[in-house]
C-alpha cells in the first residue's frame, strides 16, 4: 500500500516505516488466517468421525450437555487470552452448529446408503 493510495498525501520516512509495519502487521495476520483455518480443517476431521460413530452407534447428532461445557471452557479461556467472551462463544455456537449439520447428514446417510458430496446434496440429486 502506497501513501497514494491510503488517502493521504504526506510522504516521507515516517510514512515508508509505517508503511512496512503495516506491511509486516499484515504479513502476520495473513500467517494467522492460515493457521486458523488449518486448525479449523483438523478440527473438523475430528467432528466427522465423531458424527460417524454416532451415526454407528445411533446417537444423536446433537449434545447439549456437551455444547453447553465446551461454550462455558471457550469463554473462560477467551477471558484468559483477553479476548471478548462473548465473541469466543458466536464463534463456537456457529461452529457447533456446523459439526451438528454434517452430523445430522452423517446420520441420514447410514440411514440411506447414500453419500452425500460435501455440500450435503446427495448424488442422486445431482
Known amino acids: 500500500m502506497t501513501p497514494s493510495n491510503t488517502g493521504t498525501s504526506r510522504s516521507g520516512a515516517g510514512d515508508t516505516a509505517a508503511l512496512a509495519e503495516l506491511q509486516r502487521l499484515r504479513e502476520s495476520i495473513d500467517n494467522i488466517d492460515a493457521a486458523v483455518v488449518h486448525m479449523l480443517a483438523e478440527r473438523f476431521k475430528c467432528t466427522q468421525q465423531v458424527g460417524h460413530l454416532k451415526a454407528e452407534h445411533q446417537l444423536p447428532p446433537a449434545d447439549p450437555d456437551r455444547e453447553t461445557q465446551q ?7 477467551a477471558e484468559n487470552a483477553h479476548l471478548d467472551p462473548a465473541f469466543a462463544e ?14 445430522e447428514r452423517i446420520a441420514d446417510e447410514a440411514v440411506t446408503g447414500e453419500a452425500a458430496d460435501p455440500a450435503g446434496v446427495s448424488p442422486a440429486a445431482g
Open 71 to 77: 461454550i462455558a471452557r471457550l469463554r473462560a479461556l
Open 90 to 103: 458466536k464463534l463456537l455456537t456457529f461452529i457447533i452448529a456446523e459439526v451438528i449439520r454434517h452430523h
